[in-house]
């Protein structure tokens, strides 16, 4: 299993930060994340010859990509909702303030215990799959969805012209909420549950496909598609990498 660790790892690395619309314009940003989730890819095999020669590799495609997303005008827009200086100052600090002061009193208290802990939880290879399927299909899949979408979208655009305007970066966030949830129920063996995602969106939208807008219906109706489906796609190969069934 420790191939496929290294290859799904490997996927979420490099597109990872280019799926993240706070990271995608910030090298200093992206390319360190990529070398290190590459590295917690290669965490088993990270001090072999092979590692030495893809993190290296990993992060020259990560300044390429970098360097292609500057001039890709159809990638995911910014949640705003959840990256805003208010959120991050009043939710966000002193959670990761918690999680510190909670993480050093563990260590002093049982610092033998917590180290093995932590590095058997680096090491198992269900856990990183699992984690790095789950971004793939957040964050990765919103991309191949954006970009599914992008030609309706325009066509779209020009029939709701004198329409309000949607709220900013809610749709991105929907779209992180829906495949992570698709994603977590299928992996977990669950998938009929999808159908509750699935409801809660089309309650949402029910008036407009109330009102006879069949472009509305056909973009909603792709996108849901396209999202749904993609997640579904990536649990179910996950599910046959870690030797389940594919969809329970």
Known sequence: MELERVVIGLVAALLLPYSIPFVRPRPLLALPLTVL????????ALLTPAAAVLLPLSAAASWGLWRLARTDAHMQGSTHILISSSVAGTIFAPMGLTAALAGTAAALHAGTQVLTGARDLILDDRTAITVSGLLIATFIGGEVVTHTLHPFYAELKKAEAEEMEPLKGAG?????????????????GRPEAIVVV?????????????????????????????????????????????GEKALG
């Not at 989730?37 to 088993?44: G, K, Q, S």
């Not at 992180?176 to 977590?184: C, D, G, I, P, V």
């Not at 409801?199 to 807008?213: D, V, Y």
Request: proline share 3%; charged share 15%; no cysteine.
């Open 37 to 44: 989730y590459a590295a917690y890819a290669l965490a088993p």
């Open 172 to 188: 991105t966030a929907i779209g992180w909420l829906e495949r992570s949830m698709t994603y977590a129920l299928t992996v977990a």
């Open 198 to 242: 699935v409801g809660i969106k089309a309650l949402a939208r029910f008036p407009e496909l109330q009102s006879n807008q069949k472009r509305f219906a056909e973009y909603f109706l792709i996108g849901s598609m396209s999202s749904i489906g993609l997640a579904l796609l990536i649990a179910a190969v996950i599910r046959i990498v870690l």
